[in-house]
Antibody, heavy 118, light 108 residues
């Protein structure tokens, strides 16, 4: 059974940093690309970043490029999102999501982690 | 960037009735269109991909159709557990992977 569990969220002041982690289990982590997707309070979904299974291919939304860094430790089945220079508008629930083998869609999601920049 | 537009923003439907949700892309995405369901306090759940293929475990009352720029999600007979927000997402032209703003299906 696929499980994705985010951690590391909380309240942080503008300009500060935060690192999210996503622990994966129940599937072969090294086979799958992973994404971070966020949702501001009461708003819709916004893709943040994607990393391929081997870490070679990385993509970022323009709104976070240069500030956020996605990474993974395949030996520990863990995905990370390092968030620097945080802004009030980065306040959101951050989800890690597995990218399907069939296409670049998200077939499994974590429960999400709230990041509040205030 | 491909902009996804969903309509209506809110759909009021009685249990047992049919619900039809629309999603329009600003340019063709072929059949690279997914639908997700999100209930309050929960993460999104994949319902449909390839515009019309149900994901594992999704009931047959959910169906998707369309290609190019116009897509539809139909729930044939709404059950109580179907009241939620539904998002479409294109994965044809990326990055970015873009979502619609969502349609809330509420009890009439």
């Amino acid at each position: 059974q696929v499980h994705l569990v985010e951690s590391g969220g909380g309240v942080v002041q503008p300009g500060r940093s935060l690192r999210l982690s996503c622990a994966a289990s129940g599937f072969k982590f090294t086979t799958y690309a992973m994404k971070w997707v966020r949702q501001a309070p009461g708003k819709g979904l916004q893709w943040v970043a994607l990393m391929s299974n081997d870490g070679r291919n990385i993509y970022y939304a323009d709104s976070v490029k240069g500030r956020f860094t996605i990474s993974r430790d395949n030996s520990k089945n863990t995905l990370f999102l390092q968030m620097n220079s945080l802004r009030v508008e980065d306040t959101a629930v951050y989800y890690c999501a597995r990218v399907s083998e069939m296409a670049t869609i998200n077939d499994y999601w974590g429960q999400g982690m709230l990041v509040t920049v205030s | 960037e491909i902009v996804m537009t969903q309509s209506p923003a809110t759909l009021s439907v009685s249990p047992g009735e049919r619900a039809t949700l629309s999603c329009r892309a600003s340019q063709s995405v072929s059949s690279d269109l997914a639908w997700y369901q999100q209930k309050p306090g929960q993460p999104p759940r994949l319902l449909i991909y390839g515009a019309s293929t149900r994901a594992t475990g999704v009931p047959a009352r959910f169906s998707g159709s369309g290609s190019g720029t116009e897509f539809t999600l139909t729930i044939s007979s709404l059950q109580s557990e179907d009241f939620a927000v539904y998002y479409c997402q294109q994965y044809n032209n990326w990055p970015p992977w873009t979502f619609g703003q969502g349609t809330k299906v509420e009890i009439k």
